[in-house]
């Protein structure tokens, strides 16, 4: 069966998905929890590297595809907000969430997520930066008045926040996590289309240069890891 496309497997954002589950796998245990699992991504490569796996999304029609795509994970449709987990879990994964949330609603799911995991469970979320060096660019070429100014992309796509790694690790801090490792995904100099043309292996350095957590303010997306501190 022909899998269902969108917008984390095609394009710029599938090279960004690579790279995250690349990053994060190594951090993963047990039951994972994958919050706004659209249609099932992240939950594929998870289940394939043998975890148990949840997935949870507001859309019925992209649940609908995720069960298709991954019958050996378990999915849910639900809006965060009116999620009851049965049973918690070692990782919670919110790729792309937070920024989609007013800032006391995703203050309030980070609170959630703590009460959703297990003793030292992890939680792991992936955000947009507004101090990139492609938002950088953008500002000084006019395409925004300040670096957290919402494009016309981020408003396409539903953003309404952009977060910097001091305010990201501040708020994950509030809600009780012990922060593991805050670093940037991949260096990012210029929008997904123009980033979508870059040779392969010049991603793949863009990737490794991220790893260095000096270059996390230039950075597309910011990627945090924490444990539940109890």
């Given at each position: 069966?022909e ?6 497997d095609?394009?710029f954002e599938?090279k960004?998905?690579?790279y995250?589950l690349?990053?994060?796998t ?9 919050l ?9 490569h998870?289940v394939n590297?043998?975890f148990?796996v949840?997935g949870?999304d507001?859309?019925k029609l ?8 991954v019958p ?5 449709v639900s ?11 070692d ?10 949330l007013?800032p006391?609603?995703?203050k309030e ?11 030292k ?7 947009p ?5 492609n938002?950088?660019?953008?500002y000084?070429?006019g395409?925004s ?5 919402l494009t016309?992309r ?11 790694t001091?305010?990201?690790?501040l ?8 922060i593991?490792?805050?670093?940037g995904?991949l260096?990012?100099p210029f929008p997904?289309?123009?980033?979508e043309?870059i040779n392969e292996?010049?991603c793949?350095a863009?990737?490794?240069?991220a790893?260095?957590?000096r270059?996390?303010d230039l950075?597309g997306?910011i990627l945090i890891?924490?444990e539940?501190n109890?």
């Open positions: 069966m899998k269902q496309k969108t917008l984390d095609k394009g599938l960004a998905t690579k995250f690349k990053r994060i190594p951090f993963c245990q047990g039951r994972i929890l994958d706004g699992c659209g249609i099932g991504v992240v939950s594929e998870l590297a043998g148990k949840v949870v507001g859309n992209k649940i609908e595809k995720a069960k298709k795509n050996k994970a378990k999915f849910i809006l965060f907000e009116d999620f009851e987990p049965h049973g918690k879990f990782i919670i994964i919110a790729k792309n969430i937070l920024e989609h007013r006391n609603e995703a799911l980070m609170k959630k997520m703590y009460l959703w995991l297990n003793p469970g992890r939680a792991i979320a992936c955000v930066n507004c101090l990139s060096l938002r950088r660019i953008g000084h070429i395409v008045k300040h670096y957290s100014e016309e981020d408003l396409a796509v539903g953003h309404v926040q952009l977060y910097t001091d305010r990201l690790e708020e994950f801090n509030e809600a009780g996590f012990r593991i490792e805050l670093k995904l260096l990012k997904n289309a123009m980033m043309r292996k010049i793949d863009l990737f490794e240069v790893n260095d957590s270059f996390a950075c997306s890891v924490c539940k109890d």
